[in-house]
T-cell receptor, first 112, second 112 residues
């Protein structure tokens, strides 16, 4: 099993640009989670999906952030426009049981 | 407000020592508590605890949950340098959908 796959692994962009992060969950998992991790705020849950449907997006910081899950094997997290304070590591995780979550390797985003 | 608090924030020990990490929580509709180990990459799952007083054990690591006093501990015996990591505690709770709230983590450093 390849585990949760995220791309890109690193992204450096300029303020104002659109950023799209991608995630492929583990096959058969019906929950998908997006997290952001920073030194200041630790690990924060942004949004999660169940069977491709967004269940709770109350963790999304503002309207510049959006997430989609068009099918069971793919999800995107988009930031438009990006700002320097969005710099963080973004993790995607999936689970089959709503409890034990398996994390992807993360995308390190730097917004200049 | 739901919160998960871990202590200590950081800990430095020598190989062979035993350490105890603490996680206390205040959440509505508690479901389970998870422990993760995070080195320089994504968190990896250690334990899931749902019932009070039942110890989960994996090698030198063990964990137990007290749902009356709202806390959990993670014990590591005979520590090794490879145990150096940030240990994260997370609580699964139901609040308009299943949510996961992470604590700030305990940074453990094991010196040779």
């Amino acid at each position: 099993d390849a585990g949760v796959i995220q791309s890109p692994r690193h992204e450096v962009t300029e303020m104002g640009q659109e950023v799209t992060l991608r995630c492929k969950p583990i096959s058969g998992h019906d929950y998908l989670f997006w997290y952001r991790q920073t030194m200041m705020r630790g690990l924060e849950l942004l949004i999660y999906f169940n069977n491709n449907v967004p269940i709770d997006d109350s963790g999304m910081p503002e309207d510049r952030f959006s997430a989609k899950m068009p099918n069971a094997s793919f999800s995107t997290l988009k930031i438009q426009p990006s700002e320097p304070r969005d710099s963080a590591v973004y993790f995607c995780a999936s689970s089959i049981s709503r409890n034990e979550q398996f994390f992807g390797p993360g995308t390190r985003l730097t917004v200049l | 407000e739901d919160k998960v608090v871990q202590s200590p924030l950081s800990l430095v020990v020598h190989e062979g020592d035993t350490v105890t990490l603490n996680c206390s929580y205040e959440v509505t509709n508690f479901r389970s508590l998870l422990w993760y180990k995070q080195e320089k990459k994504a968190p990896t799952f250690l334990f899931m605890l749902t019932s009070s007083g039942i110890e989960k054990k994996s090698g030198r690591l063990s964990s137990i949950l007290d749902k009356k006093e709202l806390f959990s501990i993670l014990n590591i015996t005979a520590t090794q340098t490879g145990d150096s990591a940030v240990y994260l505690c997370a609580v699964v709770h139901f609040n308009a959908g299943n949510m996961l709230t992470f604590g700030g983590g305990t940074r453990l450093m094991v010196k040779p």
